[in-house]
Every structure is written in structure tokens, then in C-alpha cells.
């Protein structure tokens, strides 16, 4: 998975709860993306950030926020878990040293929310 | 409004065969085409990926066949093995961006023994 640990790998929640999911990545590249995954939708970017403390939103940002204070981690947060963000989680990396076209995902982290 | 439209939502082919996944887009400004494989539990991987100025791009037994008139692209498994048992998805970038990818909503490989 080119480098990147997500953390928690599973996660289960109760609907109004604070969630923080991390993404950890030791490649060093610039960009950095949070995707969700759902049946019958395909994969959707939530997040993405440029560089340390720039980020913008994607399609689906709505009830999401993040951070990015380190090169290496890019946190994403639901600040009030909700049944409709039950979902897998991804986050992806590029760099325009290789090419920002070509992201690599991470392994994911399943999050149910009660 | 969904830019990348794929097809079919799965597959079925036995050993041997050939597996066609195809997908649509909208956006004329679209410039690069991946085609990511993902396994069960596991995140997405680029598999192959064109880019307009050509119409076929092959790596083993994986082409991409490229249509730029009539915007849609497909991916063809050559002699699938049950070990390219997986949800594939495309994607189209560009338009404006660099790296916003859109997904088409993948599709389910199933490849019997």
C-alpha cells in the first residue's frame, strides 16, 4: 500500500460522536486525498490537501473536516458522526515528481456509526 | 451529475475468456484515463492507464481500447484467471485539474474456475 497506514483500521461509533481517522504516509509526496467508498457510488473525494495547513473540498465534504500540520499525516474528522457516513474511508497520495495523476490508496479504515 | 458512467455494475466469465468493462465520460477536457483493480479488504491500485493521443494501450493481458469520439473507454481482460477476481473501477482527470480524479462507480469481476 505505498507507504500509507490508515488508522483505525476499524471503527465503531455511536451517532453524535467526535470521529478522527488518521493517514500516515512515509513517501513524502505533496498531495493527499480522503476518498469514501459505498456501494453503487464508487469512490468519492471528500478532502484533499496540496501541502502542510492547505487543503480544499471535494465533491462530498459536507459533515467532514481536516488537518494537516505534518508532511506525513492527514487527519480527516466527522464532528458529529451521522448514520449516513458509515462508510469505508480511503486516503490516497501523489506527488508531481512522479506524476499527481497517479494516486496510491491506502488500505482503508471501515467505520459503521450506530 | 455523474461524469465517468461504467459498465456493467458486474461480471461474470470463466477461466479463459476475455472480461470487457467499459465506461463513458462527459467532459471533453478529460485527458488521462486510469483503470484502478481493487481486492477484497484492500484499497485500489492503478492497473493501466491512457491518455487521448492514442487509441490502444496494452500491458500484458490487461488493453485499454480508447474511443476519444465518442468519449468511452473500456478495459479488456485477456484470458482472465480467477485470480483477476476483483471490483475495477475507471477514472477520468483532467479539465481543469491535475489530480481530481472521478470514478466511475466500478465494476464486480468474478472469474470461475
Known amino acids: 500500500d505505498a507507504g500509507i497506514t490508515q488508522s483505525p483500521r476499524h471503527k465503531v461509533t455511536e451517532t453524535g460522536t467526535p470521529v478522527t481517522l488518521r493517514c500516515h504516509q512515509t513517501e513524502n509526496h505533496r498531495y493527499m486525498y480522503w476518498y469514501r467508498q459505498d456501494p453503487g457510488h464508487g469512490l468519492r473525494l471528500i478532502h484533499y490537501s496540496y501541502g502542510v495547513k492547505d487543503t480544499d473540498k471535494g465533491e462530498v465534504s459536507d459533515g467532514y473536516s481536516v488537518s494537516r500540520s505534518k508532511t506525513e499525516d492527514f487527519l480527516l474528522t466527522l464532528e458529529s458522526a451521522t448514520s449516513s457516513q458509515t462508510s469505508v474511508y480511503f486516503c490516497?497520495?501523489?506527488?508531481?515528481?512522479?506524476?499527481?495523476?497517479?494516486?496510491?490508496f491506502g488500505p482503508g479504515t471501515r467505520l459503521l456509526v450506530l | 451529475q455523474q461524469q465517468v458512467k461504467q459498465s456493467p455494475q458486474s461480471l461474470i466469465v470463466q477461466k479463459g475468456g476475455i472480461s470487457i468493462i467499459n465506461c463513458a465520460y462527459e467532459n471533453t477536457a478529460f485527458d488521462y484515463f486510469p483503470w484502478y483493480q481493487q481486492f477484497p479488504g484492500k484499497g485500489p491500485a492503478l492497473l493501466i492507464a491512457?491518455?487521448?493521443?492514442?487509441s490502444e494501450k496494452k500491458e500484458g493481458r490487461f488493453t485499454i481500447s480508447f474511443n476519444k469520439s465518442a468519449k468511452q473507454f473500456s478495459l479488456h481482460i485477456m484470458d482472465s484467471q480467477p485470480g483477476d477476481s476483483a471490483t475495477y473501477f475507471c477514472?477520468?482527470?483532467?479539465?481543469?485539474?491535475?489530480?481530481?480524479?472521478?470514478f466511475g462507480k466500478g465494476t464486480l469481476l468474478t472469474v470461475n474456475p
Open positions: 490516497a497520495i501523489s506527488d508531481p515528481r512522479t506524476g499527481l495523476e497517479t494516486q496510491y
Open positions: 477514472a477520468a482527470l483532467g479539465g481543469g485539474s491535475n489530480y481530481k480524479l472521478t
Open positions: 491512457i491518455r487521448p493521443d492514442v
